[in-house]
């Protein structure tokens, strides 16, 4: 059997807690529209920045992968549609009209390639995401003043079943 | 406090489980096993003892961040 030290004992347990923290967290908070659609945002901001940045080297992968996205959010569009920005598809800039990636072309291709295109969606997606993270944030606080308030109310309750599940050594 | 109340309190004041999800297990507490009742709720007890221990810490990350996105908003 393997021997570990205490100190991977304890470094073994914090990790799970966080993991279980993380999981609990997504899991309370995906309960709620607003936070679900801040969530969505906050992982298209990521992986739109991500593009962004790949699309700065000239001739790069990022290349590859802009045109994609352009070309995505072209076939995925129904005519006469809004496409809906609570949901994460591959579409990722709901909120940008489809001309505007193709038009942002056009400084990339006078420059060769050193124009970073994709940014501008990116920044006008942005535009319209920042608000819906905030909003987000603003009631994952509020959900967890609220946890917080009927902890202090039922402190002494919810400390005898925690203790009766894990009681301290 | 034995088991099952105990249980009970912790699925009462979990903020994991949605109120259908609470309803059912409610219902299903008598018939679980002692080892059903021990794994729900040395998980629940687990699950609610760190968020007691973040409250302050996550807060102040909401905060963080809420102030980091509207300084770019700015």
């Known amino acids: 059997m393997e021997n570990k030290s205490p100190e991977i004992i304890k470094s073994e347990k914090s990790n799970t807690g966080k993991v279980i923290e ?73 909120d940008v009209p489809a001309w505007v990636p193709w038009l942002s072309q056009i400084p990339e ?3 060769g390639g050193a124009f970073p295109s994709y940014l501008v969606p990116t920044l006008v997606q942005m535009w319209h995401d920042v608000p819906r993270i905030i909003e987000g944030c603003n009631q994952a606080k509020e959900i967890l003043k609220e946890e917080q308030g ?9 400390d005898n079943a925690i203790e009766t599940f894990n009681p301290k050594k | 406090m034995n088991k099952k109340k105990a249980l ?25 096993s002692e080892d059903q009742i021990n ?7 687990q699950e609610k003892s760190k ?16 102030a980091e996105l509207t300084s770019f908003k700015k």
């Open chain 1, 22 to 94: 993380f999981s609990r967290k997504m899991s309370v908070l995906s309960q709620d529209p607003k936070v679900k659609e801040a969530g969505t945002a906050f992982i298209r901001t990521i992986l739109n920045l991500g593009v962004s940045g790949a699309d700065f080297i000239p001739g790069g992968p990022g290349e590859i992968l802009d045109v994609i996205a352009s070309i995505a959010k072209v076939v995925k569009r129904v005519p006469g549609e809004k496409p809906d920005p609570s949901k994460l598809s591959i579409d990722l800039t709901p």
């Open chain 2, 8 to 32: 009970k309190i912790l699925i009462e004041h979990s903020f994991l489980l949605s109120r259908e999800i609470k309803e059912k297990l409610f219902l299903k507490i008598e018939t679980m």
């Open chain 1, 150 to 158: 009927d902890y202090l109310a039922n402190k002494a309750n919810i």
């Open chain 1, 109 to 111: 291709v006078v420059t």
């Open chain 2, 51 to 66: 968020a007691i221990e973040s409250f302050d810490e996550t807060q102040k990350q909401y905060e963080e961040i809420i």
């Open chain 2, 39 to 45: 794994t729900l709720g040395k998980f629940l007890a």
